[in-house]
T-cell receptor, first 114, second 110 residues
Framework: DTAVSQTPKYLVTQMGNDKSIKCEQN?????MYWYKQDSKKFLKIMFS???????INETVPNRFSPKSPDKAHLNLHINSLELGDSAVYFC?????????????FGPGTRLTVL | DQQVKQNSPSLSVQEGRISILNCDYT??????FLWYKKYPAEGPTFLIS?????DKNEDGRFTVFLNKSAKHLSLHIVPSQPGDSAVYFC?????????FGQGTRLTINP
């Protein structure tokens, strides 16, 4: 049983396209996150949702739009993809939005923009 | 501006010896620190944490030390085992979010 799953695992696309990455957690957690691991390998938070409500929105281009249809799902839609969007994107969840809660990560989605 | 840094991209240790992974931070407002472990093609998994009111936390073979005056934490693994080979990320809590370092790749040699 996969606790936090992401699809697709790999995504190769052309500049200018629009793409989505899906995330689902079956842990019953209230809070979900999107992180980006950049070329220098730092994991940086992009967004956080608590019970479908946006609670963290870092300085991310507005081409990135998260959507949480329910608290078990947090999808990431990216418009007009750019070369610099190439990275590994990780979804995570935690029981609550208290940041001492352990965060459980998905396996990551490697996005390559050509 | 990277507030959490792991300055050693890689570390190689003999099986059975001690592994020491280091992490430095700049923000004195961080109040909670964590280590995550990551295997290839998997997401990071939580390993051990420490509150800023403590200077040491131990869990089996893993011990985390915090030196607040130096803004430095370290993870000690003893004895090191082949299954410990992975990338280790340190993270710090500030402003309701976790800030991660860039990871150190640990290789345990038989």
């Amino acid at each position: 049983d996969t606790a936090v799953s992401q699809t697709p695992k790999y995504l190769v696309t052309q500049m200018g396209n629009d793409k989505s990455i899906k995330c689902e957690q079956n842990l019953g957690h209230d809070t979900m996150y999107w992180y980006k691991q950049d070329s220098k390998k730092f994991l940086k938070i992009m967004f956080s949702y608590n019970n479908k409500e946006l609670i963290i929105n870092e300085t991310v281009p507005n081409r990135f739009s998260p959507k949480s249809p329910d608290k078990a799902h947090l999808n990431l839609h990216i418009n007009s993809l750019e070369l610099g969007d190439s990275a590994v994107y990780f979804c995570a969840s935690s029981p609550t939005s208290t940041s001492t809660d352990t965060q459980y990560f998905g396996p990551g989605t490697r996005l390559t923009v050509l | 501006d990277q507030q959490v840094k792991q300055n050693s991209p890689s570390l190689s240790v003999q099986e059975g010896r001690i592994s020491i992974l280091n992490c430095d931070y700049t923000n004195s407002m961080f109040d909670y620190f964590l280590w995550y472990k990551k295997y290839p093609a998997e997401g990071p998994t939580f390993l051990i944490s420490i509150s800023s009111i403590k200077d040491k936390n131990e869990d089996g073979r893993f011990t985390v030390f915090l030196n607040k005056s130096a803004k430095h934490l370290s993870l000690h693994i003893v004895p090191s085992q082949p299954g410990d080979s992975a990338v280790y990320f340190c993270a710090a809590r500030g402003a309701q979010k976790l800030v991660f370092g860039q990871g150190t790749r640990l290789t345990i040699n038989p």
